[in-house]
């Protein structure tokens, strides 16, 4: 199942099952292109707070951070991404 990022998607998630949300968010994240073992090791410590996520705000939370991220607006020396600059 391919899924595709947009703003549409990101307004429903909160509202979803969480295991709904789960499914789709990981199915994102499989999307991401790892080029160095780095971006391996962040992508599965995406993967796994993905799955231990509690509720469905909390995923798209994560999500959101992801999308800041790519876009290139992510807050820099934020605790998020020393998070997982750290793994």
Not at 63 to 83: A, C, N, T
Request: net charge positive; charged share 30%.
């Amino acid at each position: 199942m391919s899924v595709e990022f947009n703003e549409d998607l990101l307004n429903r998630i909160p509202r979803m099952p969480v295991s709904e949300a789960r499914k789709i968010a990981l199915d994102l994240v499989e999307g991401i292109a790892e080029k160095s073992m780095k971006q391996k090791l962040k992508k599965n410590r995406l993967k796994y707070d993905l799955q231990t996520a509690r509720n469905s705000a909390a995923i798209c939370g994560i999500l959101y951070r992801i999308k800041l991220s790519f876009e290139g607006i992510g807050v820099v020396g934020s605790e998020w991404q020393q998070h997982y600059n750290s793994v």
